[in-house]
């Protein structure tokens, strides 16, 4: 996580950081531009911090222990890792952490960001009651030949969007910076959406 924000705040490749093969002075760059970037989001009364249990831990475990950091957002990359997911009842414990996700959120007045990964349709494995419990749900599955670009264009659908007009769009994200971008920027040719899409709630 740290490379990838170091990527993104020093306009680095994040995967010549991974395999430290920065040079000298674009390591001292880097990491000067990643100090700055530190200073000015503590100014701002932001922080980052990372949590990586070494156990099996459940989602009330998760939010025991982040309650500590007193949190504005929680993110959690995945939620199929969390115990209890695993087996043939598994789409259920995903829905049902869905929705102690939302009850925890509003009763703590926090964003809690739970991540899942897609099925090749671009559909939520295994778990369509987490967008039913959700207060806003975005997926995206980029193509590997939007990947293979510098500026790749994703699709994102939204499923759920809870007092708001639920309609999908695009957006480019350069790869190797790991950066969200304008998707005019993903190809030359490109002047705003390049394919009418379908909304993933009417799939």
Request: glycine share 4%.
């Given at each position: 996580m740290t490379s990838r924000i170091i990527a993104n705040v020093a306009d680095f490749d994040v995967t010549r950081i991974l395999q430290r093969k920065l040079a000298t002075g674009e390591k001292d760059l880097a990491f000067k531009r990643y100090?700055?970037?530190?200073?000015?989001?503590?100014?701002k009364g932001?922080?980052?911090?990372?949590?990586?249990?070494?156990?099996?831990?459940?989602?009330?475990?998760?939010f025991s222990a982040v309650s500590t950091f007193e949190c504005d957002v929680c993110i959690i990359d995945y939620v199929s890792l969390l115990s209890g997911t695993d087996g043939d009842d598994g789409w259920q414990k995903l829905g049902a952490i869905s929705r102690v996700g939302k009850i925890n959120a509003e009763k703590t007045h926090r964003v809690n960001v739970l991540l899942a990964q897609l099925s090749d349709e671009g559909k939520i494995r295994y778990a369509r009651a987490m967008t039913e419990h959700s207060t806003n749900s975005w997926t995206w599955s980029a193509s590997l030949e939007e990947r293979e670009k510098e500026v790749g264009r994703i699709k994102i659908g939204q499923p759920k969007a809870r007092n708001s007009k639920s309609f999908p769009f695009e957006q480019g994200f350069h790869w190797s910076r790991m950066k969200m971008v304008d998707v005019e920027q993903s190809s030359a040719d490109v002047g705003g959406i390049a394919t009418p899409m379908k909304n993933l709630a009417d799939v």
């Open positions: 100090a700055r970037w530190v200073k000015r989001t503590k100014a932001g922080r980052l911090t990372v949590h990586k249990p070494d156990e099996d831990v459940s989602i009330e475990d998760v």
